[in-house]
């Protein structure tokens, strides 16, 4: 009797071939909305994709100057589609011609070339953002004045590079959220990835949402350092495990950080716009600054840091139980030596009587 072979059908779709075929449709979908600039397409359905809206102009009358402020709205959520798209390209851009060809070169384990292309994609994020938040704030002054986090507030209009810098910023984690599956990530790490993904889409879409961007800029921006030198030095860590010492610095201006973070939020929603708190709550005039949105944004806040520094204080107590242990030196198993033992007069006697024949 012959038995039939069972043949096992091929996948109709394939998971390693899953992420080009995003890439791909990413930069499909991006050259659609730039092609509807060439076709005859009404403009302001283009434009809605690629452009911020919202654009509010005003005029002095002294100097005829006219300066540009922008607003948000629903239209904002096809802008940050667009770059969210413009984001995968990129993410795909620096994974194949930048840390591919590191991991060869490398020849790491699979869970530590997860890491490793995780903090080379970061690091990267990190440093851009730092360094276009940081010349935000030092163009608009922010820095120079605590009082301009609550002092005329709300901030319902913002200049181009600070709408612009939000609309990215969203963008980026929102594309974050899909490559944690087309990016193979490793499961253990994707409950990790995905709670830090998803509060920073809360907190920068809240301060956005809520006008608080002068906020949400002072506090990103030394956050964002202090997780740029943590992914760098994660990233040197890899090659050679010996290089240790830069944490030190990390794990004391992250400290740092923390309590800045809080200082900062505590003086803002606790005293700054308390004191300065508006009769009502509008909507429509970008109003948000009422008891309950006050508790609502310290307490997530301070929330958010208790659990940063919780987990950071857990990870610092497990590396300093991991050296102790390694510099405990290990007992070596005493060589079992044979040890003469006096038999006892008894036996020895039974032994004599044996060999005598008495009994």
Not at 239 to 264: C, H, S, Y
């Amino acid at each position: 009797m012959r038995f039939r072979r069972k043949y096992k059908t091929p996948a109709v779709i394939n998971h390693g071939v899953i992420p080009l075929n995003l890439v791909d449709i990413a930069f499909f979908l991006v050259m659609v909305i730039v092609a509807l600039f060439v076709v005859e397409v009404p403009p302001k359905k283009a434009i809605m994709f690629v452009t911020l809206q919202y654009n509010v102009t005003y005029t002095i009358d002294d100097n005829s100057e006219q300066f540009d402020f922008y607003d948000y709205g629903p239209k904002d959520i096809a802008t940050i589609s667009f770059y969210m798209l413009v984001a995968i390209k990129v993410h795909a851009v620096i994974q194949e011609c930048i840390l591919d060809k590191i991991n060869r070169y490398l020849q790491l384990s699979k869970p530590e070339q997860s890491k490793f292309n995780e903090s080379g994609q970061l690091a990267l994020f990190y440093l851009f953002s730092f360094i276009w938040g940081a010349s935000i704030l030092n163009a608009e002054e922010f820095t120079m004045n605590l009082t301009s986090f609550w002092k005329d507030y709300p901030f319902s209009r913002m200049l181009f590079q600070e709408k612009f810098f939000y609309i990215c910023q969203i963008a980026y984690w929102l594309h974050a959220l899909p490559e944690l599956y087309f990016q193979e990530v490793q499961k253990e790490d994707i409950p990790r990835q995905l709670c830090y993904i998803c509060l920073y889409i809360t907190h920068i879409s809240g301060a956005y949402i809520l006008n608080l961007q002068h906020l949400g800029l002072i506090l990103v921006v030394p956050h964002y350092l202090v997780e740029f030198i943590f992914h760098a030095l994660r990233l040197f860590y890899f090659p050679d495990e010996n290089m240790q010492k830069g944490f030190i610095i990390w794990a004391l201006l992250f400290i740092m950080v923390r309590l800045l973070t809080l200082t900062v939020s505590v003086l803002t929603f606790g005293f700054g716009l308390a004191r300065a708190e508006s009769p009502g709550f509008s909507i429509a005039d970008g109003n948000f600054n009422i008891l309950p949105v006050r508790i609502g944004c310290l307490s997530a806040v301070c929330s958010t840091q208790a659990w940063m520094m919780w987990r950071f204080v857990n990870f610092q107590l497990k590396k300093w139980r991991e050296h102790v242990k390694d510099q405990i030196p290990e007992k070596k198993p005493a060589n079992p030596k044979k040890k003469r033992t006096k038999k006892e007069p008894g036996k020895r006697l039974e032994r004599g009587q044996i060999l005598t024949g008495r009994r």
